[in-house]
């Protein structure tokens, strides 16, 4: 479902994005599409649209993670390679290092060889406890 908000400000007029059949988000929105077609996504953690973490490993999470943004993006009618730039939060450095060629595989699973400008930060702690990685993703659609 995508519902149009319009600012009571002097913001322009943006589609925030919610996959129909995913839980409601409290509090933030999982995507918005501005003027310029392009698409800012809140961060996005490994569960699944249901709020349930189905993987425990950090591969897993990062495959369910990306799913997760390309579903957003695919909302407003765009694909992997429209996403421009992606900030990833991991828990733990020393896990991602360690699973690398894992963390790739999941990767080009979902994103396939595309490969937007990142950064990557190790943070102490997630809101959600379980989880071992959010990324945050922008994405500019073509008009």
């Given at each position: 479902m995508l519902t149009l908000?319009?600012?009571m400000t002097a913001d322009p007029v943006h589609q925030?994005?919610?996959?129909a059949n995913w839980k409601a988000a409290k509090g933030y929105a999982n995507?918005?599409?501005a003027e310029g077609r392009t698409v800012y996504l809140g961060g996005q953690i490994g569960w699944t649209g249901d709020q349930v973490f189905e993987a425990h490993d950090l591969a897993g999470q990062t495959r369910q993670t990306l799913q997760n943004i390309v579903d957003i993006v695919a909302e407003a009618g765009g694909r992997p390679e429209h996403i421009?730039?992606?900030?990833?939060?991991?828990?733990?450095?020393?896990?991602?290092l360690a699973n690398l060629r894992e963390i790739g595989e999941a990767y080009r699973s979902v994103m396939g060889k595309h490969y937007p400008a990142m950064a990557m930060v190790q943070v102490v702690a997630l809101m959600e406890d379980a989880a071992k990685v959010e990324i945050e993703a922008t994405a500019?659609?073509?008009k």
């Open positions: 908000e319009n600012s925030v994005l919610h996959p995507g918005v599409v421009v730039k992606m900030t990833w939060y991991v828990t733990s450095k020393t896990e991602y500019v659609l073509p």
